[in-house]
């Protein structure tokens, strides 16, 4: 099974300056292997966060193939790389488009990164766009661990859920 990079749209009641109840509306990007995955994520990237009351409102399969993160920057831009390919068969020469997100400081700075990244591979390729996108986080599913996990073992009840950090039985 292949997995896939899902961008999720929340919306949720925040506290503004004032204090009133404001509604917003955010957009996240994880990976998964199905929209089941990707909505049981998101849940528990919510609660988490403490986001509550929300409603998960769109989920949506990208064509992304890759998200770069560089920890210094936290605005988001969708690239698209066009690479040359030679059918030698047919003797004619083939462009395939891929995305990647890459975070940066600005456009500038993302085609930058995104040349650095692709002159590294080795392969023919020409940057016909770089795209700002409003996501607000990203959560790969290698960097994400959510604040309990099932302990379930030969001493343990499998209905016990520990809490990974007190180590103490919430559930």
Known sequence: M????????????????????????EQFVLDAYTYTEAETRMVEVLESEGIRPFEIT?????????????????KWFRVKISLSTVDESKGVEKEANQYILISAT?????YDKASGHMNAVKVGYIIPSVVYQ??????????????????????????EVV??????IIA
Not at 106 to 110: F, G, I, K, L, S
Request: hydrophobic letters at 30%.
């Open 2 to 25: 292949k997995k896939h990079w899902f961008n999720c749209k929340v919306s949720y009641m925040k506290p503004d300056s004032e204090g009133t109840e404001t509604k917003k509306t």
């Open 58 to 74: 769109q989920i949506t399969k990208t064509t992304l193939i890759e998200v770069i993160r560089f920890a210094e920057c936290d």
């Open 106 to 110: 600005d456009v500038r700075d993302a």
């Open 134 to 159: 409003k996501i607000s986080e990203v959560f790969p599913l290698e960097e994400w661990t959510p604040a309990t996990t099932s302990m379930i073992g030969e001493d343990s009840n499998p209905q």
């Open 163 to 168: 809490d990974v950090q007190t180590g103490e």
